[in-house]
């Protein structure tokens, strides 16, 4: 629920209550601490490889990066129905200093001034909706990513699991000849 007064012992109800509720909401934590350990890798690898040069595609995965990134610090924030302090400043820090529509944007965000069942709200929506949005993301990666037509990331040889000629079949061949 997301109403600041039973947002905590919804997720008690569901721990206790629920069958395997604890199991879910453990999966659904750790599973997504585990998505951004390989969303890291993924970003480490592409600044190894170089893979910043393609503009578009290296673009859309930030987007895409930052995006994960609000639905789980949504995510965070609902089970506890509050937020500290410090990352509220932070957060309404970063939403006004967009020019023209930053202090609209942090009043609405907020749904006024605290963090209440209208924030919650909100937050539960995004941390529903933001997934798909994602998925879509994620196609417009791949979009780009196959624009460039790179079917070789690593740059392995596409040969490496080729045996040479020699001196495998020769081998073979003078071995064969000295049984018979």
């Avoid at 789980?72 to 509050?82: C, D, S």
């Amino acid at each position: 629920t997301s109403d600041t007064t039973t947002a905590f012992s919804s997720v008690a109800h569901i721990c206790r209550d629920v069958n395997y509720g604890w199991i879910i909401r453990y999966l659904h934590a750790n599973g997504a601490s585990m998505f951004f350990i390989c969303l890291y890798i993924h970003v480490g690898r592409g600044l190894y490889y170089g893979s910043y040069t393609f503009s578009e595609t290296w673009n859309v995965g930030i987007v895409l990066l930052f995006t994960v990134m609000a639905t789980a610090f949504m995510g965070y924030v609902l089970p506890w129905g509050q937020m500290s302090f410090w990352g509220a400043t932070v957060i309404t820090n970063l939403l006004s200093a967009i020019p023209y529509i930053g202090t609209t944007l942090v009043e609405w965000i907020w749904g006024g001034f605290s963090v209440d069942k209208a924030t919650l709200t909100r937050f539960f929506a995004f941390h529903f909706i933001l997934p798909f949005i994602i998925t879509a993301l994620v196609a417009v990666h791949l979009l780009f990513l196959h624009e460039t037509g790179s079917n070789n990331p690593t740059g392995i040889p596409s040969d490496m699991d080729k045996i040479p000629f020699h001196p495998y079949y020769t081998i073979k061949d003078i071995l064969g000849a000295l049984l018979l």
